[in-house]
């Protein structure tokens, strides 16, 4: 990097992976991504090592995805939580909601809770569902609560008092005294000012438990980061500054995906499309979710069996990828996932002591990923370490064979069978079962294992067209970097339906203000903003809302939104208004990503080599082309392999592929085009 790059400031997005942590690297000169494997034991060391391959300076902005508030969460590795609450409730983590997860299954147990018994207190206080004081707050009774959390050796403290989302004045008085004796503190009203019990209190438990190993983690990289400016990207598809972040480790959960689902979004509506299919396959899982001309937010995600209600993208995510690990059950069936062999050791063929065969190794197996190896040949493949595995898979399934042997090749297929009908399941939960149809939307594949997958599961979908981005390894890295700045707020109002809308006016006021304030400590110039105001309405009676815009005719919407929901509307019913929200949107300029002129369609000149490769159908012998080497207006007819430093695209043989002005590769499904004229 010469000394005028050096000066020049970056915008770096790092996402970290289960299997390789990806940088993408923004400045006047364009974009540029790398990979680096990814250290789960401390995913830091993998974001300083990608720092070390870049000059540092002041100016330069870091917006980062991070998931170790959801490994904590998934791997139970959290902050030692107690849960304080009002007397008579200690027993809400338990009791839930008395829903029966499998409800034919009578050996199904629910979800153990975050806090045990033993660390939920209580707290001598009562409000009333006004907010009302029943029972004044005893303040002598929090002196022997700080004795019992000492002698417990909590860390964390989740407060969360009945009916503090309408008065929180007892709320804040205990957690000041805590928080003075030392404890990290998550106050349902700091965070969750919204009604039902169970559902707020699961979320600050949440918090509580996973913010205090997020804070440790962003402090080392904060350090790092000195003199830059340092976000973190949200569930809910924006970034905020890491400080708010370290509080309020639940908001990034899902930072990671919802990422990629902005970076999708942004690059197909540059290529002119807004219905689209994302489908995120890494290393270790597979994130799906439909954009239907807009992104989708819901507050009812549940992760890890806990429902949180902070706003996050409507993700669906499943445990298959590229490291998921192939084995045979106790009935003689083939399984694949959902565990993966991550970065340490790995797929048998990244040669790094892995022994169990997995989806990655059943591609290279099959000839299906280039004989140089992948980033760049940064990591050859050890095809030898990759037969021995899929040989040791095939002795397994030997006693259970018609015959007296299992061919290898059949057994990789195999693999990829069982993978691909996984994440075919999955983008029917959120296409087929939602009212989508999959053929009025474009599959936008992204992550580094999903080009050897779309083009199949497009055509089990029936869907005709597959984007797959030049940067498609590198997607949610990417759209942190294309991400706006956005605040959430919720409070629970219940109101009749029939409040004055210049009543309601008043109540966002002081909402919009707090998020105007907010805006202004992100540390990141914001040339514009605005304000999403919105009301969550039901029907009198029903248990749940919708929401809608907040305008005039707020109540001509909702009628509407739940005739298309559900089918019917009663305009004569009665409305309630339950909470009032507030998303606050800073724009922050997108990369620029620059187009580039269309050229003849002949792509001889990216043509490399030809190999053997096995489909179902038989082996076949199919040429293989350098991306690098393909420039807007190449078309590339199947069967065919494209392959670049972090990712491969397989075309079947009705498959035909086209480069756009973008770079990106529009492939154009046969059998789903046919059926479509």
Known sequence: MSPDDERSPLSIGIDIGGTFTDFVVYDHRGVKTFKVLSTPADPAQAVLEGLRRLSWSAGHTVVHGSTVATNALLERKGARTAFVTTQGFRDVLQIGRQTRRNLYDWFSGGVPALVPPDRCLEVQERLDHRGRVLWPLVKRSLSPLIETLREQRVEAVALSLLFSFVNPDHERQIGQRLREAGFFVSASHELIPEFREFERASTTVVNAYVSPV????????????????????????????????????????????????????????????????????????????????????????????????????????????????????????????????????????????????????????????????????????????????????????????PGPHVVPEEVALGILQVVNAEMERAIRVISVERGHDPRDY?????????????????????????????????????????????????????????????????????????????????????????????????????????????????????????????????????????????????????????????????????????????????????????RRRLQPGHDVPGPAVIFQDDTTILLSDTDHAHVDAWQNVLVTIGEARAESR
């Open 214 to 401: 997020l804070n440790r983690y962003l402090e080392t990289l904060e350090q790092s980061f000195a003199g830059g400016a340092f976000h973190v990207m949200q569930s809910n598809g924006g970034r905020i500054r890491a400080a708010q972040v370290r509080q309020e480790g639940v908001r990034s959960i899902l930072s990671g995906p919802a990422g990629g689902v902005i970076g999708a979004e942004y690059l197909a509506r540059l290529a002119g499309f807004s219905q689209l299919i994302t489908f995120d396959m890494g290393g270790t899982s597979t994130d799906v979710s439909v954009v239907n001309g807009a992104i989708h937010v819901t507050s009812e995600a549940e992760v890890a069996g806990m429902p949180i209600r902070v706003p996050v993208l409507d993700i669906h995510t499943v445990g298959a990828g590229g490291g998921s690990l192939a084995r045979v059950d106790a009935g003689g069936a083939l399984r694949v996932g959902p565990e993966s062999a991550g970065a340490d050791p790995g797929p048998a063929c990244y040669g790094r002591g892995g022994r169990t065969a997995t989806v990655t190794d059943a591609n290279a197996f099959l000839g299906r990923l280039p004989s140089t190896g992948l980033l760049g040949g940064e990591l050859p493949l050890d095809l030898e370490a990759t037969h021995k595995a899929m040989a040791a898979l095939s002795r397994e399934l030997v006693p259970y064979a």
């Open 442 to 626: 474009v599959l936008l594949s992204f992550g580094g294992a999903g080009g050897v997958h779309a083009c199949e599961l497009a055509r089990s979908l029936n869907v005709g067209r597959v984007l797959i981005p030049l940067a498609a390894s590198t997607l949610s890295a990417l759209g942190m970097l294309t991400a706006n700045v956005f605040l959430d707020y919720v409070q629970t109002v219940m109101c009749p339906g029939e409040t004055p809308f210049e009543e309601l006016e008043r109540r966002f006021v002081s909402m919009v203000e707090q998020a105007r304030e907010d805006l202004a400590t992100q540390k990141v110039p914001i040339p514009a903003w605005h304000v999403h105001c919105e009301l969550d309405l039901r029907y009198q009676g029903q248990s749940f809302e919708l929401t809608v815009p907040f305008s005039p005719a707020f109540r001509a919407a909702f009628h509407e939104q739940h005739a298309r929901r559900y089918g019917h509307k009663d305009e004569a019913a009665g409305l309630e208004i339950v909470n009032l929200r507030v998303r606050a949107v800073g724009d922050v300029s997108p990369p620029r990503i620059e187009t580039r002129a269309t050229g003849p369609a002949d792509s001889f000149e990216a043509l490399c080599h030809e190999r053997r490769l096995v489909f179902s159908s038989g082996p076949r012998i199919v040429p293989f082309y350098d």
